[in-house]
T-cell receptor, first 111, second 113 residues
């Protein structure tokens, strides 16, 4: 699985959009981009994943660049409950299922 | 909404004692994972099952850790004897297949004293 690079921390004002970047310049053609988050003392929570096209669900939107070397997770209206560590992970369709977590981005949503 | 169930939620044990964690995956999920998360770090895979078979236990310290999933449903992770360095969060996750999104339980916070 390709290595990902994320900023260690970010702040966001409550009610504003939170845009979390992720670089994955060595991603291969069959690797998906997955996002998970982990709220303090809880298990990681699946958010969204995508391959090439932009994706949206009830939690977030995922924007993947055309060359697939980077992506952005967008929380459209951040709330205090969105404060968490956000992990960007690449995951190949041919691998065993193992997720390799990096350090992630700690998002602090402020009132 | 279906969830991965884990118990206990917290466990304190003395070093050299045995400890066990239990996980019940989401119904129908054939793939089950045990991860360990040390404070301040991301989770790391210990063992992965496909149905009742182990498909990856390369990071499992087999001298003291064991895991089983006898009927291909729920699973138990055991540590014997526990060491101080085993203090961590132990997370169970499941997925429909290895190539679909995994869902995590709330974890078991282990403290070895």
């Amino acid at each position: 699985d390709a290595k990902t690079t994320q900023p260690p921390s970010m702040d966001c004002a409550e009610g504003r959009a939170a845009n979390l970047p992720c670089n994955h310049s060595t991603i291969s053609g069959n690797e998906y981009v997955y996002w998970y988050r982990q709220i303090h003392s809880q298990g990681p929570q699946y958010i969204i994943h995508g391959l090439k096209n932009n994706e949206t669900n009830e939690m977030a939107s995922l924007i993947i660049t055309e060359d697939r070397k980077s992506s952005t997770l967008i929380l459209p209206h951040a709330t205090l409950r969105d404060t968490a560590v956000y992990y960007c992970i690449t995951h190949g369709s041919s691998n065993t299922g193992k997720l390799i977590f990096g350090q992630g981005t700690t998002l602090q949503v402020k009132p | 909404e279906a969830e991965v169930a884990q118990s206990p939620r917290y466990k304190i044990t003395e070093k050299s004692q045995a400890v066990a964690f239990w996980c019940d995956p989401i119904s129908g999920h054939a793939t089950l994972y045990w991860y360990r998360q040390i404070l301040g770090q991301g989770p790391e895979l210990l063992v992965q099952f496909q149905d009742e078979s182990v498909v990856d236990d390369s990071q499992l310290p087999k001298d003291r850790f064991s895991a089983e999933r006898l009927k291909g449903v729920d699973s138990t992770l055991k540590i014997q004897p526990a060491e101080l360095g085993d203090s961590a969060m132990y997370l169970c996750a499941s997925s429909f297949t290895p190539n679909t999104e995994a869902f995590f339980g709330q974890g078991t916070r282990l403290t070895v004293v």
